[in-house]
Structures are given as C-alpha cells and as structure tokens.
C-alpha cells in the first residue's frame, strides 16, 4: 500500500517529503487487538441489551469488561497512527510548508507529544504501581484485578512513545 500524505500544499501539489512510517510487528498487534476489542465490544453491549430486555444480565461485570476494552481501542493505534502521520495537525502551519519546513513542524509536533506522552506514562506508572501494591479488584463477580488495566494502559502508552521517539529520529535524518 502506497504512502499517504496528508500533508497538500495550497495549491494542491502533493509534497512527499514526509512518507508514512513502516509498522512494527507489536504495533500491528495492537492495532489488530484494537479492532478485535471493538467487535467484543458491540457484542458484548448487544448481549447485555438483550439479556437485560429478557429479565436478567448474563455478562459478569460487563462494566469492567468494557472498561478494559476500552483503553485497548483508544490507546491501541496510537503508535499506528503516528506511524501513519494521521495525528492533529494545525493546517494553518502544515498547509503552506514543504520540504524542510515540514519536517520540522513534524518534530515540533513529535517532541510537544513526547512531552504529553511522558506525563502520561509518569501518572499510569504510579496507578500501575498503586494497583499492585494494594491488590484492589474491581468489586463485582469475577474480581478482575485493578493492574491488569494500568499495565494494558501503560504498555499502549510506552508504544505509543517509542514510536513518537522514533519519528523523532527519522525525521531528522531526512534529508529531502
């Protein structure tokens, strides 16, 4: 599949001086459990509906399921959609830069999220280390523990990073 750019100038001339990254294998996988979470997901409201509708819920804590699947989909793809160059971006700057120019608003872009992933993976490291220490469960039937959400969360979060990193490295190497 060819590289999309997203990034037309004004006058509609495509600049290609910024191709799509190429996917890891644990990126795909991500983005694979991402899609496979939001099938759970609408399965597993629909089931409840229904179960619900006939008198009875027949999904255990479905909440905390949801919850769960959750962080998988919102947080799945990030490292998939940097890679993809598919984040924000404010047009007013992008639209009318090319070659050099582009690339460094894309690594301005790319280190100001470092900065929000970096707050992020600081605050989930410490509900992950929280939620081990204590050993808390969510209340309900099945007892799932707390961690198992902080760690999905954070491992997400740490690709997600490692990704921006990365783009951080080509980008600057380019020399187009």
Known sequence: MGAVNNHATPSGKDDASLPEMPLAPHERVLEALAVISI?????TICISILSR??????????????????????????????????SIGVEVFTAWATGRALR?????????????????????????????????????????????????FLFCLAVAWGRLALMIVLDLKTEK
């Open 53 to 86: 509708a006939a008198g009875r819920s027949i999904i255990p804590d479905e909440v905390q399921w949801v919850e769960l699947m959750m962080i998988v989909i919102i947080t799945g793809p990030l490292a998939v959609t940097f890679a993809k160059r598919m």
């Open 104 to 152: 460094i608003l894309a690594v301005l872009g790319h280190v100001t999220g470092l900065g929000f992933l970096s707050f992020l993976l600081w605050a989930v490291w410490r509900l992950l280390a929280n939620a081990w220490q204590t050993g808390e469960y969510y209340k309900g039937v099945v007892d799932i523990p707390n961690w198992i959400g902080a760690a999905l």
């Open 39 to 43: 099938g759970a997901l609408c399965l």
